[in-house]
């Protein structure tokens, strides 16, 4: 008989008035990195909090090793060697890399901590895991973000964890990062480590995953061997429908230049040259600190930068502030829903009217049209299918997909002629991304200029009708038609000299 490190048997979980799981089985063998993936609200963080001892099934059975087990607490399932790494990491920044790994297992004798014992036995979890160029006695503060989340993984096997569960784990890593976390999977399963890895991103699934899970509305749907799969077949499981192409970049006119940028520069920005010409998608892409983030808030007026010549239409105009360029049909949607996109513990047509509100929009004499302002947001919060309750909800409770959305309607509502996306499906399932590539595609045909920003390759490939790459905060390259390729691009994103290109 075959033994699996960890089994799951017709778990079921009922909340209040929703049915989070139904009758889902799961099986992990020794070694084995397990794909979980489904859109949000399948059902996957509710299957992990029941496996870390979060959350007790409804019903169903729990084996390790082919013997039952009952978690009553997440210690409890710790204690089992079960540990799990969230998306958000869970970190002191201003302890040490030792101390974090073992903050509540800190070795006291007499009331003080043995140090010196402390810093070997990290240094002995870190080298023993692959991660030896990470001092045990550096700040965390002090630390990149792979290295924090390296940092987190080693505070789970501190606890001779056998079986890990990693929770979008690349969320926040560029593509190096990702690759050196992927060193350290590969280097856990060795040491007969099972692990289940959860991602929105297929791509990581392929490389890492010996099968997958697919879970849609709390059910399986299928498990299979990733040898045996494809990108499209399990788009299709988790989405319920037949998925042709991922991407929706359709035949569409592309018009004059609308927007010509030169010499645009900052403390990072260096001599940056482009051009937005009209009914484009302009892919910018770039590694982690390339400048891209930087260079869209700088068009916007969101960071001080110096530009020698900004002509919207063929006319110079100058841009000082976000609202300066709102007013000139300018908009940015931030990388960061939650710190400077949506505002939490408030309902979604006051999220969608707050940029309209600060341009005048709904004013009528010095006060606001409130009738005009809701029925403005409630026909974007419409027109974008925001799944929620009602208008009224609020934004803080909706899922990463539609809190995505209500920033893409917050946008839109100002009827922008330029539209600056900055990671549009950061964090978001594949239904509602497939969703965002469809709405960026419409809104290129209807004859609106945007530039994408995306951490994601294939997304710019497939979205963009030209791509300009960025190496330490210089455009390296533009791409046309045929040039547009994920080795060329990265070619120009990894080099290092003065570039100078002009676009």
């Known amino acids: 008989m075959t033994t ?11 909340f209040p008035g929703v049915l989070a799981l139904d009758n889902v089985s799961l099986s992990l063998q020794k070694a084995e990195t397990l794909g979980l993936v489904g859109e949000n609200g ?20 729990i084996l390790l090793a082919n013997r039952e087990v009952v978690f009553n607490s997440t210690q409890e399932s710790l204690e089992k060697g079960i540990s799990i790494v969230y998306q958000e990491l869970n970190l002191i920044p201003h302890l040490s890399v030792a101390e974090n790994i073992f903050i509540n297992r800190l070795n006291q004798t007499n009331g003080f901590v ?15 895991n692959g991660m030896a160029d990470i001092n045990p006695r550096a700040m965390v503060a002090d630390l990149a973000i792979g290295q924090k989340q390296s940092v987190e993984i080693a505070k789970a096997l501190s606890y001779n964890s ?22 350290i999977i590969s280097r856990l399963k060795e040491k007969e480590i099972s692990i289940i890895y ?21 059910k399986n749907i299928d498990t299979v061997a990733i040898s045996e799969t494809d990108t499209n077949s399990i788009v299709s499981k988790m989405v319920g429908r037949d998925i042709e192409d991922i991407y929706f970049k359709e035949e569409h006119s592309i018009g004059e230049n609308i927007l ?8 990072y920005l260096k001599n940056i040259n482009l051009n937005l010409k009209r009914s484009e998608v302009l892919g910018i892409y770039g590694l982690m600190g390339s400048g891209r983030t930087e260079l869209l808030k700088a068009i916007y007026g969101a960071r001080k930068s110096k530009i020698e010549s900004i002509k919207l239409n063929g006319k110079e105009i100058t841009i000082k502030h976000p609202i300066d360029a709102i007013k000139q ?16 513990g408030n309902p979604i047509w006051k999220n969608i009217s707050y940029l309209a509100l600060q341009t005048g929009s709904f004013s009528n004499y010095n006060f606001i049209a409130h009738g ?29 997909g539609n809190q995505q959305k209500v920033c893409l309607a917050k946008a839109l509502i100002n009827e922008p002629d330029i539209i600056l996306l900055d990671e549009p499906t950061r964090g978001i399932d594949v239904g509602a991304k497939l969703e965002i590539y469809k709405l960026i595609a419409n809104l290129a045909g209807a004859g609106k200029s945007i530039i994408l920003v995306s951490s994601e390759l294939p997304e710019i490939i497939g979205s963009s009708d030209r791509v300009y790459s960025m190496a330490n905060g210089q455009i390296t390259q533009e791409f046309i038609g045929e040039e547009i390729n994920e080795k060329d691009i990265l070619r120009y994103c990894l080099q290092k000299d003065d570039f100078g290109v002009s676009a």
């Open 329 to 344: 049909g300018i908009i940015y949607s931030s990388e960061d829903r939650k710190s400077e996109n949506l505002f939490f």
């Open 114 to 128: 043995n140090w010196k014992k402390l810093y070997n036995d990290a240094t002995e979890i870190l080298s023993s």
């Open 162 to 183: 056998k079986i890990l569960l990693l929770d979008e784990p690349t969320s926040s890593l560029a593509g190096p990062e990702i690759q050196n976390l992927f060193k």
């Open 372 to 400: 005009s302002e809701l029925a403005k947001s409630k026909d974007y919060y419409d027109k974008l299918n925001v799944k929620a309750p009602n208008i009224e909800a609020d934004v803080y409770n909706l899922s990463g």
């Open 260 to 267: 010509e940028i030169k010499g645009l520069n900052d403390h």
């Open 198 to 218: 959860i991602s929105h991103h297929l791509d990581e699934i392929f490389e890492i995953c010996d099968r997958v899970q697919v879970l849609r509305d709390g």
């Open 42 to 61: 399948a059902g996957k963080s509710t299957l992990i909090k029941i496996i870390g001892g979060a959350y007790k099934a409804s019903q169903g059975k």
């Open 4 to 14: 699996s490190a960890l089994e799951l048997k017709g778990i079921s979980k009922q």
